[in-house]
């Protein structure tokens, strides 16, 4: 199992990033995808997830008030990739994202990827 991020670096506030996770191992369609993050001196945490295309139980979802409507995650089911597109970044946007497959108590993380946002 193998979830290889990419895609990390130094942005400036008010650009834009996007992450990859290339996914192989596991039957990744049947997974709910998920990006978290750990900025520095805090805890992790789930930032926005995209269910599994095999269940067809709706759409993404935000848990981090701060990203709606400047993060989207999509996912190509052919690739077994997922992306973080992240728009309109802020310094509160520094922090090393994970992404993370989750199916059936089985889950399975990234290596993580630093994102800083500076000018």
């Known amino acids: 199992v193998q979830l290889v991020e990419s895609g990390g670096g130094l942005v400036q506030p008010g650009g834009s990033l996007r992450l990859s996770c290339a996914a192989s191992?596991?039957?990744?369609?049947?997974?709910?995808m998920s990006w978290d993050r750990q900025a520095p001196g805090k805890e992790r945490e789930l930032v926005t997830s995209?269910?599994?295309?095999?269940?067809?139980?709706?759409?993404?979802?935000d848990y981090v008030d701060s990203v709606k409507r400047r993060f989207t995650i999509p996912r190509d089911s052919y690739k077994y990739t997922v992306f973080l597109q992240k728009n309109s970044l802020i310094a509160e946007g520094t922090a090393i994202y994970y992404c993370?497959?989750?199916?059936?108590?089985?889950?399975?993380w990234g290596q993580g990827n630093q994102v800083t946002v500076a000018s």
């Open positions: 995209i269910p599994s295309p095999t269940f067809n139980l709706g759409g993404s979802k």
């Open positions: 993370k497959a989750r199916w059936l108590g089985h889950d399975y």
């Open positions: 191992g596991f039957a990744f369609n049947l997974y709910v």
